[in-house]
């Protein structure tokens, strides 16, 4: 048996051409239901719904033997004994600072002020500011970061941007983009040697798929 982990939203439903291509077929839709087991059109292929954050954890630890995650999580979350074979190109987006419109940023910055950012993002945040010399107080959150400045609880977020929208909707504007994000394919070191033959398939599958 081989089990992919995946989450739900942009990563799974742009896995699905890759999946495809290496003649898997998911024959559930996690969205409608509720099962956390998806089966495939390959008897000796499943897929695990996890969260997005927990997908290293999975495939760490042998819960599964693949998985796809975004490099954010991967450099949050640490990626100890995972093998990353491909940068897959999907969920693209980037990790950035934004303020409120009326905060100014630069000002703030080069005083060598302290700044007090708000994110998910801690470890990110901190070696970013940490290189720029930037002193930073910084509060974890778990989702919703937008709101921070907009409380006066944050001068800035760390969060990801794709279209801007979220941030523009929130009236905070995008003031430096600290990496680009993309997804990932991770797998289990020692189930890349037990079953080197169908999970190398894959791989070279998803490879070709995205011209690499
Ligand atoms: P947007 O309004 O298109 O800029 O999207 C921003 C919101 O979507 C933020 O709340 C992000 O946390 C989330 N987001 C954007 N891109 C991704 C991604 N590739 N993976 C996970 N969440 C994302």
Redesign the pocket.
């Known amino acids: 048996m081989i089990t992919l982990a995946l989450s739900k939203?942009?990563?799974f439903e742009e896995t699905l051409p890759l999946l495809k291509a290496a003649g898997i077929e998911v024959l559930e839709d996690p969205e409608t239901s509720r099962k956390l087991i998806l089966t495939t059109n390959q008897p000796n292929v499943r897929v695990l719904v996890v969260r997005?954050t927990d997908v290293p954890t999975y495939v760490q630890y042998g819960g599964a033997d693949l998985g796809i995650t975004?490099r954010?999580t991967l450099l949050e979350h640490g990626s100890d004994g995972l093998y990353q074979p491909l940068d897959l190109q999907i969920?693209?987006?980037r990790i950035s600072v934004a303020v409120r419109s009326d905060f100014d940023y630069a000002t703030a910055v080069k005083k060598g002020s302290r700044l007090t950012v708000a994110t998910k993002y801690v470890a990110i945040s901190r070696d970013f500011f940490a290189a720029k010399g930037v002193h930073v107080d910084l509060i974890k959150l778990y989702g919703s970061?937008?709101l921070a400045p907009l409380v006066g609880m944050a001068d800035a977020i760390v969060?990801?941007?794709?279209?801007?929208?979220?941030?523009?909707?929130n009236q905070l504007v995008e003031v430096e983009r600290i990496m680009d994000?993309s997804?990932r394919l991770v797998v289990n070191q020692a189930a890349l040697k037990l079953k080197q033959a169908p999970i190398r398939k894959i791989i070279d599958a998803f490879a070709a798929a995205i011209g690499q």
């Open positions: 939203g942009r990563i997005a975004g954010d969920a693209k987006c970061m937008e969060d990801l941007v794709s279209t801007g929208n979220t941030l523009k909707a994000i997804s």
